[in-house]
C-alpha cells in the first residue's frame, strides 16, 4: 500500500474532530479525509444493528476515497465493533483498547471510571478492555447521553450554567467512588474537560480516547511502513452528510483551522 494516501477518520459528528487534531499534533504530515455523519448524530441512541450498518456505510465512504488506515473516532461503533469481535481490518482501529491501555498504565489506585453513551456503556467494552489489561481494577461507568448535543450545540464553557449542572449529576458519583482516572469514552467530551476536571478534581486524570486511538495508529503505521515521508504538512479534507454551512460554522469549536471548507455528501451514493 502507497504511505503517500491518507488516513481516514469517521464519527457519527463533529466529535471526532479532537482526534483529527491530535493527528496534525502526532502525525503532521499525514493527509486526512474525515467524515461526520450529522445527519445521523448521534449514535449512541441507535440499535446495534443500526449503528453496524453506519459504520459500515461510513468505512465503505472512506476507502472510496483511497485511505490507507481508518481510526473510528467514535465510542459507541468502537463499542458495537468490539462486542462483534473487533475490527476485521488490521488497518482500521477504534478508542476503546488504546484508551483502556492508557488508564491502566496510569491508574495508581486500580479506581478507574469510564463515561460514555449509552451503547456504550451497556456494551460493557471498555470494562472489559480495562479487566483485560488490570485484572482485579475497579470500573466504573455512567452513559451521560447529554453530553453530546451540548457539545455540538456549543455549551461547552466552564462557567456554561446548565452544562455544569449536568455535569456535576453524571460525575459526582463516580467522584465519591474515589477514582483516580476517567476515560473520556466519547470523542465530544475533550471539549468540556474543564468542565469535567474543574468537577472531579486535578487529581483525577483524564484520558482522551481519540489521542489514545491516534498514538495507536501511529504505532501500526510505523510497524507497516505506511508512515507519510513528506516534509510538508498534511492536507484535511473533510465530508458531512448534513449541511456543509453548519458544519463548517460549528467546526471551528472542534479544530484550529480558521478558513474550514465541507463537502456534503450522501452515504448511499
Avoid: W
Avoid at 167 to 188: F, M, R, S, V
Avoid at 227 to 238: H, I, T
Amino acid at each position: 500500500m502507497e504511505s503517500a494516501l491518507p488516513i481516514g477518520v469517521f464519527d457519527s459528528g463533529l466529535g471526532g474532530l479532537t482526534a483529527v487534531n491530535e493527528i496534525r499534533k502526532i502525525l503532521p504530515n499525514e493527509d486526512i479525509i474525515y467524515l461526520g455523519d450529522t445527519a445521523r448524530v448521534p449514535y449512541g441512541t441507535r440499535s446495534r444493528e443500526t449503528i453496524l450498518e453506519y459504520a459500515e456505510e461510513d468505512l465503505g465512504f472512506l476507502k472510496s476515497r483511497g485511505v490507507k488506515y481508518v481510526i473510528a473516532a467514535c465510542g459507541t461503533v468502537s463499542s458495537v465493533m468490539m462486542s462483534e469481535g473487533g475490527f476485521r481490518d488490521r488497518l482500521c482501529n477504534g478508542v476503546i483498547e488504546p484508551s483502556a491501555a492508557a488508564a491502566c498504565k496510569i491508574t495508581k489506585n486500580r479506581r478507574i471510571g469510564v463515561i460514555a453513551t449509552g451503547t456504550s456503556i451497556k456494551s460493557g467494552s471498555y470494562e472489559k478492555a480495562i479487566k483485560k489489561a488490570l485484572p482485579g481494577a475497579e470500573v466504573i461507568s455512567k452513559a451521560c447521553p447529554m453530553f453530546v448535543p451540548l457539545v455540538e450545540n456549543g455549551y461547552i464553557q466552564r462557567d456554561c450554567i446548565p452544562a455544569v449542572k449536568i455535569a456535576e449529576e453524571y460525575l459526582l458519583p463516580l467522584k465519591d467512588a474515589g477514582i483516580d482516572t476517567l476515560i473520556l469514552g466519547c470523542t465530544h467530551y475533550p471539549l468540556i474537560s474543564g468542565i469535567i476536571s474543574d468537577i472531579l478534581g486535578e487529581e483525577v486524570s483524564l484520558i482522551s480516547s481519540g489521542a489514545e486511538a491516534v498514538r495507536y495508529a501511529k504505532k501500526v503505521l510505523e510497524e507497516n511502513g505506511l508512515l507519510n515521508k513528506k516534509s510538508s504538512p498534511g492536507e484535511l479534507r473533510l465530508y458531512s452528510t448534513d449541511s456543509a454551512e453548519l458544519f463548517e460554522e460549528n467546526a471551528c469549536r472542534f479544530i484550529d483551522i480558521k478558513d474550514v471548507k465541507v463537502e456534503q455528501i450522501r452515504l448511499e451514493e
